[in-house]
T-cell receptor, first 113, second 109 residues
């Protein structure tokens, strides 16, 4: 086990709704990255947070947003859900400057109907 | 052209065989290369990472990077049924990890 936990495990939403996914980082890790993994694809980088600030973003629209808290837990929020948002959402924690060694959580499976 | 290309498979080999998994990449600025293993319903797990061209060995796993041809390989010796998983190659640019699609591997007992 990596020590990274995510909740919930599964989630079903309808188009247009909003969702919040949660991640608890490995102890001492101050950097968290979020990824979207569609079925049969590799994870796609959404964004990264370091010291509660966004520190890099992939090719995702602004309706994907995040928060990182002082205890290094974090959230991914997605507004105005679309069918294509159905995917496995992964968070990964690491130490700053060492993101080539990221530890992934088990993911949250989001289904948008 | 995708930044990291990987054949999705599936690849089926008998137990004990040597497995060869491969990726190509497009950007010569990529410096770090990683291999992740992902079991069904789990997050990716880092297997190996390497910075330079050449081979890096860890137990039954060998990672190989050829920067001149932009080619990355992972070899698994004495493959076991427990090696059945999806293997993702990845690289890093500006703290962003870029993954290939992953290759599904089945080791047949």
């Amino acid at each position: 086990e990596t020590g990274v936990t995510q909740s919930p495990t599964h989630l079903i939403k309808t188009r247009g709704q909003q969702v919040t996914l949660r991640c608890s980082s490995q102890s001492g890790h101050n950097t968290v990255s979020w990824y979207q993994q569609a079925l049969g694809q590799g994870p796609q980088f959404i964004f990264q947070y370091y010291r509660e600030e966004e520190n890099g973003r992939g090719n995702f629209p602004p309706r994907f947003s995040g928060l990182q808290f002082p205890n290094y837990s974090s959230e991914l929020n997605v507004n105005a859900l679309e069918l294509d948002d159905s995917a496995l959402y992964l968070c990964a924690s690491s130490l700053a400057g060492n993101t080539d060694t990221q530890y992934f959580g088990p993911g949250t499976r989001l289904t948008v109907l | 052209q995708k930044e990291v290309e990987q054949d999705p498979g599936p690849l089926s080999v008998p137990e004990g065989a040597i497995v060869s998994l491969n990726c190509t990449y497009s950007n010569s600025a990529f410096q770090y290369f990683m291999w992740y293993r992902q079991y069904s319903r789990k997050g990716p797990e880092l297997l190996m990472y390497t910075y330079s061209s050449g081979n890096k060995e860890d137990g039954r796993f060998t990672a190989q990077v050829d920067k001149s041809s932009k080619y990355i390989s992972l070899f698994i010796r004495d493959s076991q049924p427990s090696d059945s998983a999806t293997y993702l190659c990845a690289t890093k640019l500006d703290d962003k990890i870029i993954f290939g699609k992953g290759t599904r591997l089945h080791i047949l007992p």
